[in-house]
């Protein structure tokens, strides 16, 4: 099992930015898939974006393209989500995922950490 732990989340106006960030135990990070979901109030939980083992290619939903980057510093065991230009229907907790197989489908990552809240106000 991956152990994920989210943090960065907050309160922040439209047009700010946020850096969220998440850590694993993981004893190979370096070979894990991660990505970022989020889930908004009264909704299904939704694909935000991932990123390969080395780091070399990512994946952003149209929604957050463009406003959006992410990332990984493997010898820091961290992942993250660079947020630009947030706006208010980027409400939501995010969460951090990781594919021990190091595949990049929203539909193959299997980890998941507890999730930090983000709140964006108009």
């Known amino acids: 099992q991956v152990q994920l732990v989210e943090s960065g989340g907050g309160l922040v106006q439209a047009g700010g930015s946020l850096r969220l960030s998440c850590t694993t135990s993981?004893?190979?990070?370096?070979?894990?898939?991660m990505g970022w979901f989020r889930q908004a109030p009264g909704k299904e939980r939704t694909f935000v974006a991932s990123?390969?083992?080395?780091?070399?290619?990512?994946y952003v939903a149209d929604s957050v393209k463009g406003r959006f980057t992410i990332s990984r510093d493997n010898a820091k065991r961290t992942v993250y989500l660079q947020m630009n230009s947030l706006k208010p229907e980027d409400t939501a907790v995010y969460y951090c995922?990781?594919?021990?197989?190091?595949?990049?489908?929203?539909?193959?990552?299997?980890?998941w950490g507890q999730g930090t809240q983000v709140t964006v106000s108009s």
């Open positions: 990123i390969n083992r080395g780091g070399a290619s990512t």
């Open positions: 995922a990781a594919d021990i197989l190091g595949r990049t489908r929203a539909v193959d990552f299997g980890s």
């Open positions: 993981g004893r190979s990070f370096s070979s894990y898939s």
